[in-house]
């Protein structure tokens, strides 16, 4: 009998390869870290509240996979629209960044600022231009310094905790959706009237949560004669030649050795290369120590009130502020709460291991609650509990030189004759659920094929245009 295919994680992008290969008869196994599927996409009941990891929803450019979704979901997939605000000096900005609001909330000296820095960047262009490889240069370059200051840099440097000098402007290109100051500008007077890059505003949200979807697929694949471990943490690879011949895991404690034909990873890049080169050169250790990975922790909170404001999530741009978003979850759906009730999740990005990370539970409250009365939300009388999520591998830090790290552990993989990568982690790119989800089915047909393609995978939904985003200029 032919050993199973096994896939690193239980996530939108695993899931995705184990349901298409269970459908074809492929005998598959999916070894998943947490107690539930999901991912990164996973959702926590808290009582009876369910949190999301992350303002997560579903839309896809991908017919066939919306189709798949919708026909999987039934009459539990919602269509839901967003309203989302930047929170800044006591003002409330629409998201996205769009002229006229900023005109109308600046007010007219910090319009005239933004316009005199905006005409020195066109004076400089000239001269003597700017660095545009990381996020400062690239940002300051079209909209001047002061509204860099203002809105770009001090949410970024909190988001990733390196300063905006660090951080490739890959990122920046991306992720904001005006072009520049001039853009904005003409658009404002009339003279520019061809379409915004922008995001999208309605899409589609399970009625529990975004990991109803994931607990359906994965219910799906064991149908279909799939198996899925949960619990299992991968903790090596047997490597003979070119080939990987078993994976290692442990349950509660205990090693167990599942042989393979195949490997489908969506762990962590350098987790992966450290397991397929125990003994790596000198580049791929550096490769390994430089690619790295926001954390992130949740803290969610109950409340004894029907609504706590009108908005699906809120940015907070101030570096003062430790968290860098505002969710309410019941805004994506009515069933995220009990009846007449709400709840928040603070998003606050963090380094496992800083303080926030190991902060006692109740300390991070009071210093949250401080924060959101600074903003003007009083949570004291109605706050009902809290309870922390934390996330290890929330975000890829896109930092300076980050293509020839990413590279390099990826030609580590392509050594393996039966390894494949994918997914937001497996190949170290930001990436939505449904661009991991198409990564996952495409895995599975090279895999069925027994035709390896690593650079097909990797290069789905790589259009040089704005990616629909979950925060300010980042997330």
């Known amino acids: 009998m032919k050993d199973p295919i096994v896939i690193l994680g239980g996530g939108p992008c695993g899931l995705s390869c184990a349901w298409e290969l269970a459908a074809q008869g492929w005998d598959v196994v999916v070894l998943e870290r947490e107690p539930r599927p999901g991912g990164l996409c996973a959702t926590n009941t808290f009582g009876e509240y ?54 109308e909330n600046l007010g007219l000296g910090l319009n005239l600022k933004a316009l005199l820095g905006y005409a020195g960047e066109l004076i400089r262009r000239r001269i003597s231009p700017r660095d545009e490889s990381h996020f ?32 490739s402007s890959d990122w920046a290109a991306q992720r904001i959706s005006l072009l520049n100051l001039g853009d904005a500008a003409l658009r404002l007077i009339g003279l520019r009237r061809s379409p915004i890059r922008t995001y999208a505003r309605r899409y589609y949200y399970p009625r529990l949560g975004m990991g109803q979807l994931f607990d359906r697929m994965a219910s799906r694949m064991c149908r279909e004669g799939g198996i899925i471990h949960l619990g299992a943490d991968v903790t090596g690879l047997d490597v003979v030649g070119n080939r990987v011949k078993a994976v290692r895991y442990h349950v509660d404690g205990q090693e167990y050795l599942l042989p393979c034909s195949w490997v489908f990873s969506t762990i962590s890049l350098p987790a992966l290369a450290r397991y397929i080169a125990p003994q790596s050169t000198n580049g ?9 990975s926001r954390a992130l922790r949740f803290l969610n909170i109950p409340l004894d009130i029907p609504d706590f404001s009108e908005n699906t999530w809120m940015y907070i741009a101030e570096p003062q502020y430790k968290m860098s978003r505002i969710q309410e979850p019941k805004r994506r759906s009515s069933e995220m709460v009990p009846q007449g009730k709400t709840s928040i999740m603070l998003e606050i990005p963090c380094s496992v291991g800083d303080k926030i990370w190991e902060a006692d539970g109740n300390t991070l409250f009071q210093e949250m609650s ?15 509990d809290h309870h922390s999520v934390w996330v290890e591998h929330g975000y890829p830090i896109y930092h300076l030189g980050y293509q020839h790290d990413r590279d390099t552990l990826l030609a580590e993989v392509a050594k393996m004759e039966n390894v494949l990568t994918g997914g937001r982690q497996g190949i170290f790119r930001y990436i939505f659920l449904d661009t991991a989800m198409e990564m996952g089915i495409e895995a599975a047909h090279q895999i069925m094929q027994g035709s390896r393609n690593l650079k097909h995978i990797q290069s789905i939904r790589t259009e040089k245009a704005l990616l629909e985003i979950d925060a300010l200029t980042a997330t």
């Not at 989302?84 to 000096?89: F, G």
């Not at 998201?95 to 609001?101: G, K, W």
């Not at 300051?140 to 905790?161: N, Q, S, V």
């Open 136 to 167: 400062e240069g690239w940002v300051t370059a079209r909209f001047g310094r002061p509204l860099y200051d203002r809105f770009f840099g001090p949410y970024t440097e909190k988001l990733w905790g390196i300063p905006p000098t660090q951080i």
């Open 370 to 384: 401080l924060e959101l009365r600074s903003l003007g939300y009083n949570i004291d009388s109605v706050a009902l």
């Open 284 to 292: 791929v250790e550096t490769a390994i120590g430089n690619l790295r």
């Open 50 to 103: 369910r949190f999301d990891l992350g303002g997560h929803r579903f839309l896809s450019q991908n017919q066939e996979l919306t189709s798949r979704i919708l026909d999987l979901m039934g009459a539990d997939m919602l269509v839901s629209e967003r309203k989302s605000v930047v929170m800044h000096s006591g003002k409330r900005f629409a998201y996205p960044l769009s002229a006229p609001d900023l005109v």
